[in-house]
């Protein structure tokens, strides 16, 4: 067997969470442990409704690091899942020009939600030669390799919503595991990341 190297970078988001986000994970917290487990909390952005707030931010950052580091792939759990499949529609409506040499994504308690009213202004601001591809609508088909790992315990995304973000994906795989809402790191899960990559 031909052995495999793999190095990750872990990117912080670059927003702390404030009182009035609004987005799916912590709308599901018990409100009791809201305030003191959403403290330290990062974010991609501050969601108000279906705008996105500091989406252009998160995505000019990342897409620093992207150019200067030789990226293939993307691992994300949660809402970094939702931003990976963002980019990974940015990368497919730009037919490969954002994001250039993404190869896979692997989505983590990945979830669907509607496409940010901001982002088409990002597309259309910074990507304008590609005004063609903006009209598309939520099914989009991503023609990315992608792994959606999803837990039969996970209490804030379900399986039925993880595999609705998978059908939105050519020839997705997928991954169960047994436990909750956490990126899993046993053997059997880590050969199902090897196997794919």
């Known amino acids: 067997a031909v052995a495999k190297e793999f190095q990750f970078v872990a990117p912080d988001a670059p927003f702390l969470f404030a009182d009035g986000d ?17 403290r330290w909390q ?5 969601r108000r409704g279906n705008v996105y707030h ?26 970094g899942s939702r931003f990976a499949h963002i980019i990974s529609t940015l990368h497919t409506v730009t037919n490969g020009d ?16 509607p496409m940010p009213t901001n982002f088409m202004t990002h597309l259309e601001d910074q990507w304008c030669q590609y005004n063609n591809n903006f009209h598309f609508d939520e099914s989009i088909r991503i023609s990315l390799p992608s792994l959606h790992v999803m837990g039969s315990t996970d209490k804030l995304v379900s399986i039925q919503e993880s ?5 939105l994906y050519s020839e997705p795989m997928i991954h169960i595991h047994s436990g ?9 899960d880590i050969e199902q990341y090897i196997m794919f990559w």
Not at 54 to 79: C, K, P, R, Y
């Open 22 to 38: 609004d987005d799916l994970e912590e709308s599901r917290h018990d409100s009791n442990d809201l305030e003191s487990s959403l």
């Open 42 to 46: 990062r974010t991609w952005w501050h």
């Open 54 to 79: 500091g989406l252009e931010e998160s995505i000019t950052m990342m897409e620093h690091l992207w150019n200067d580091g030789g990226f293939v792939g993307i691992l994300a759990f949660s809402q």
């Open 98 to 113: 954002a994001f250039r040499g993404l190869r896979s994504v692997v989505h983590v308690s990945g979830y669907i939600s």
């Open 163 to 167: 595999k609705e973000l998978s059908d």
């Open 180 to 188: 909750g809402h956490h990126v899993p790191v046993k053997a059997r």
